[in-house]
């Protein structure tokens, strides 16, 4: 074989071996962005779920504070009027002032019972009334206040409903 045959030949291997190289290149570059971009998505719900269980974290907590506020309506409730000007009692329900706003500032609001059309989704029946005259489905008196915490329910309200 002559010189030039066996360039021609060694320039031909060369080009095969750099579109061989050139393929597997663009081949791995594909493969490696479609890894980033799996990564990069399992990095953003992965903060999105952390961010979700953050939300709800103090659940427990709430929910044990709800119990104590309780405890604040009913005294408030059964108490005479004539106690309700006396300044240590305006201490108290300051308290329960103060434990409102903590609540709400954690993302907790109170469900509207009184007077609303009654929703499963928010209220639990615990008395149903036979109403007569009286627009159905409607909530009459509201027996234990009901909270959301963001937009998630985390205690329905206990409701005396007309039907």
């Not at 639990?124 to 009901?146: H, L, P």
Request: a positive charge.
């Amino acid at each position: 074989m002559s010189k030039e045959k066996i360039k021609i030949k060694f320039n031909k291997d060369l080009q095969e071996k750099l579109k061989e190289c050139e393929k597997m290149r663009a081949e791995y570059l594909v493969g490696w962005q479609r890894a980033r971009a799996d990564f990069l998505n399992y990095k953003k719900e992965e903060t999105k779920k952390m961010d979700e269980f953050l939300k709800y974290a103090n659940l427990g907590i709430i929910l044990k504070i709800l119990s104590i506020l309780d405890n604040f309506y009913l005294a408030e409730k059964k108490m005479p009027e004539s106690f309700k000007e006396d300044e240590n009692i305006k201490g108290l329900f300051q308290i329960k002032n103060q434990i409102l706003d903590f609540l709400k500032n954690q993302g907790v609001e109170e469900i509207k019972s009184f007077g609303q059309k009654f929703d499963p989704n928010l209220h639990e029946a615990v008395e149903i009334i036979k109403g007569g005259d009286k627009e159905t489905d409607k909530i009459i008196k509201e027996i234990q206040k009901g909270y959301k915490l963001y937009d998630k329910v985390i205690r329905p309200a206990k409701v005396r409903v007309v039907k």
